[in-house]
Each structure stands twice: as structure tokens, then as C-alpha cells.
């Protein structure tokens, strides 16, 4: 079965230091995974996706992330974060041919940025 | 800038009452989904509907649970009778129904059941 799971539940970092957020997979199948962002009260919305092709994949706000299929990996990195980056990452996956309903969820990794 | 739009955003009640929770999806949007969010669990799936048809409710305690789609604009979810452990925040997402697409998620309805 797969599965999704994100190593860290809390992340806290300093104002424009470097972030990044661990995800690994398990699939015996390809997979498609996404990193997704939820502010503050607000739903969940989509920073990157990746789908095929090249494994490094560019987002929204400065964000980024590398398919590592050898490692089963898809961490989510961000150079120099800012105060507004303060939020909580899921990373989700599911298989080709797959249902957009078989969307997998991690448990989410709280970024806490401090000035 | 099309969004999900979800009603109410906060809904303060007593436990044996019923909720019901609305949803808009995006125009076009074929599937739409119901995601349960709350500190124990994190993000869990409730149901989603293909073309207004239901395809998983799995997720959903069958009992006082129940979700429809009466049209393409709106979907609900309803919990008769409510209890505390239902407490949570309530998310509809939509989505164009490939395992590769992105689904766009509404604000949530934060639910208490005192």
C-alpha cells in the first residue's frame, strides 16, 4: 500500500536562513506527488507538483523540490525563507493511472519561522 | 479567480443537533471531495463524487454521516445527530478527476459541538 511520510512534524528557523522539509514515499508503482501549503486558517493550496520529467521541480514563492526515486524521496527546500513562509507543508502522492480520490497525505510538518 | 467556496466558515452547536455543511466547486470541476481536519488525525478523507456520483465514502462514519451532490454547484455534508468528537475543521476540495491534477481546496468550515 502506499504511503506518505513526512520526518519532521515541527521545523522552526530563523528568518532568510535555508529550509528543508523531508517527505519520503513508498509505491512499487510510479507516482505522482505534490507538496501543498496551508496558511493559517485558510485551505490547502498547491506550491509544486511533480508529474514526469525533470526531478527538480520549481513552486510557488521561491519554493522547490527534487523527485529522488533511488531514495523514494521529495523534499520541499527553500533557500532563504521569509516570515510569511510560516505555515503548515503536506506532501501527498498517488500512482499512475490512479484516482484523484487515492491522494495520500502526510501528517504535515509545521514551519515556524522566526525574525 | 474561480474558487471553492464553503458555508458556513464557523458553526458553534450542540451535541444531538444537526449540521449541514455546504459547498461550492469550481465551475467545471468534475469530482469534488470532503476532508475532515483536526489535531489527532490531520487531514483525513471523508467521500469524494465523480460527476455527482459518489465514488468513495468509505472514510465517513455511515451512521450520522451522510454526503450528496443534488447538482453540479453544490455538494453537502451533513452529520445528524452531531457529537463532540465530531469537532473539527471541515474542508471541500474540487478537482478535474486525473490522479495528476491539482485539487483546489475551499477555506474549511470550523465546526465545535459542545
Known amino acids: 500500500a502506499q504511503s506518505v511520510t513526512q520526518l519532521d512534524s515541527q521545523v522552526p528557523v530563523f528568518e532568510e536562513a535555508p529550509v528543508e522539509l523531508r517527505c519520503n514515499y513508498s509505491s512499487s508503482v510510479s507516482v505522482y506527488l505534490f507538496w501543498y501549503v496551508q496558511y493559517p486558517n485558510q485551505g490547502l493550496q498547491l506550491l509544486l507538483k511533480y508529474l514526469s520529467g525533470s526531478t527538480l521541480v520549481k513552486g510557488i514563492n521561491g519554493f522547490e523540490a527534487e523527485f529522488n526515486k533511488s531514495q523514494t524521496s521529495f523534499h520541499l527546500r527553500k533557500p532563504s525563507v521569509h516570515i510569511s513562509d510560516t505555515a503548515e507543508y503536506f506532501c501527498?502522492?498517488?500512482?499512475?493511472?490512479?484516482?484523484?480520490?487515492?491522494?495520500?497525505f502526510g501528517k504535515g510538518t509545521k514551519l515556524s519561522v522566526k525574525p | 479567480d474561480a474558487r471553492v467556496t464553503q458555508t458556513p466558515r464557523h458553526k458553534v452547536t450542540e451535541m444531538g443537533q444537526e449540521v449541514t455543511m455546504r459547498c461550492q466547486p469550481i465551475l467545471g470541476h468534475n469530482t469534488v471531495f470532503w476532508y475532515r481536519q483536526t489535531m489527532m488525525q490531520g487531514l483525513e478523507l471523508l467521500a469524494y463524487f465523480r460527476n455527482r456520483a459518489p465514488l468513495d465514502d468509505s472514510g465517513m462514519p455511515k451512521d450520522r454521516f451522510s454526503a450528496e451532490m443534488p447538482d453540479a454547484t453544490l455538494a453537502t455534508l451533513k452529520i445528524q445527530p452531531s457529537e463532540p468528537r465530531d469537532s473539527a475543521v471541515y474542508f471541500c476540495?474540487?478537482?478535474?478527476?486525473?490522479?495528476?491534477?491539482?485539487?483546489?481546496f475551499g477555506p474549511g468550515t470550523r465546526l465545535l459541538v459542545l
Open positions: 476540495a474540487s478537482g478535474l478527476g486525473l490522479a495528476s491534477e491539482t485539487q483546489y
Open positions: 501527498a502522492g498517488t500512482t499512475y493511472g490512479g484516482s484523484q480520490g487515492n491522494l495520500i
